[in-house]
């Protein structure tokens, strides 16, 4: 079995060697997985292209946006499980190996990581710790889901449910809508997991992007 780990990024150069390097190749190894390791750079204007590229990273440019991103990852791997997280150090990618088996072990399709579970100070601001809960209330309202992270970054799915998804968020929506998707579609569960400071300069916009999340949901439930 492969694992995809697909990473979105932009002007993450702060970051991402600290990233990649703490990536369990190791670890996925010793399970018997083989791994491979792709970054969708959103044409950063900083050295994050040049340093993922020499560290053995797969790296693709996309246009800016981060579902346009995922949606091109997820078309370049070559893996049977894809592990998504940011590049940013805020995600336990560590947990990554222990998660495929878990997936494999329980026969699941896609799992997604709630940071709420363990978040250590600074993770969140009170406004986007406010913005999250709000969105999360109306993903499970309006979804029948009953999630406690509907904005959470990191999952572990197999490839072959994408055929499935109807994924059309070119933007931030992409991590609420893939989780909509696959709560509805294949069996899916959300495990806890952490969520650190990021490093580096956040690209989330808090009111333009929670506001176009929120209207996210109300479109889609209306579809
Ligand atoms: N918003 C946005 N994020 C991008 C884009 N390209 C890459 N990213 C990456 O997507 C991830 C999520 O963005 P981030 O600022 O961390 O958002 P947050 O985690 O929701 O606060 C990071 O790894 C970014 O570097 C883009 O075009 N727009
Ligand atoms: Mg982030």
Known sequence: MKISIVMPCLNEEKAICRQLDEIPLQ????????????IIDGQS???????????????????????????????????????????????PVEL???????LIKHKLDFITVNRFADSKQGSFRALNWLGNHILTFFTNL??????????????IFRRKILEKLKLTSNGMPFSEEIKIEAFKKTRA????????????TAKLKRFKDGYKNLEFLFLKRLK
């Not at 693709?60 to 150090?89: E, H, N, P």
């Not at 990554?96 to 878990?102: Q, S, T």
């Not at 569960?189 to 580096?200: A, L, N, Q």
Request: proline share 2%; net charge positive.
């Open 27 to 38: 670890e996925l190894k010793k399970r018997g997985y083989s791994a491979e390791i792709i």
């Open 45 to 91: 204007t900083d050295k994050t292209a040049e340093i993922a590229k020499n560290k053995g990273a797969i790296v693709y440019t996309s246009k800016r946006g981060y579902g346009r991103q995922y949606k091109l990852g997820f078309r370049k791997v070559s893996g049977d499980i894809i592990a998504t997280a940011d590049s940013d150090l805020s995600y």
């Open 96 to 102: 990554i190996p222990g998660l495929v088996d878990y």
């Open 142 to 155: 309006f979804f029948s889901v009953n999630l406690k992270d509907s904005q959470s970054g990191m999952w």
């Open 189 to 200: 569960k959300e495990v806890p997991g952490s969520y650190s400071k990021r490093v580096g």
